[in-house]
């Protein structure tokens, strides 16, 4: 099993910056891919970044390139989401996910992951 913890979320004024991250832990070494998602209430979860853990390529939901950047520290297992140039719809809920076990990875579909994280909140004021 793999287990997934978030931090980092905060509350920030618009404009401002915020690092996530995210830890994983347990059977590590079947990750196939982590990716970042978010969900403010009433809408649906979103995809932010993927990457391929084997390959370190990185991609972005098109909406989110250019003010997100996911990087990785593959020493610790945790991958980051710098979040900058923050606005007040960026306020949601984030979360970490993982697919494991299957060889699959590339996609920013949430119910192609079958690990996740209980999430970090992210809340933006003007």
């Known amino acids: 099993q793999v287990q997934l913890a978030e931090s980092g979320g905060g509350s920030v004024q618009a404009g401002g910056s915020l690092r996530l991250s995210c830890a994983a832990s347990g059977y590590t070494s079947n990750i196939d891919c982590m990716a970042w998602f978010r969900q403010a209430p009433g809408k649906e979860r979103e995809g932010v970044a993927v990457i391929h853990t084997a390959s370190g390529a990185i991609y972005y939901a098109v909406s989110m390139k250019g003010r997100f950047t996911l990087s990785r520290d593959n020493a610790k297992n945790t991958v980051y989401l710098q979040l900058s140039s923050l606005k007040p719809e960026d306020t949601a809920m984030y979360f970490c996910?993982?697919?494991?076990?299957?060889?699959?990875?590339?996609?920013?579909?949430?119910?192609?992951?079958?690990?996740w994280g209980q999430g970090t909140q992210v809340t933006v004021s003007s």
């Open positions: 996910a993982a697919r494991a076990g299957t060889g699959g990875c590339g996609s920013l579909v949430h119910s192609w992951y079958n690990y």
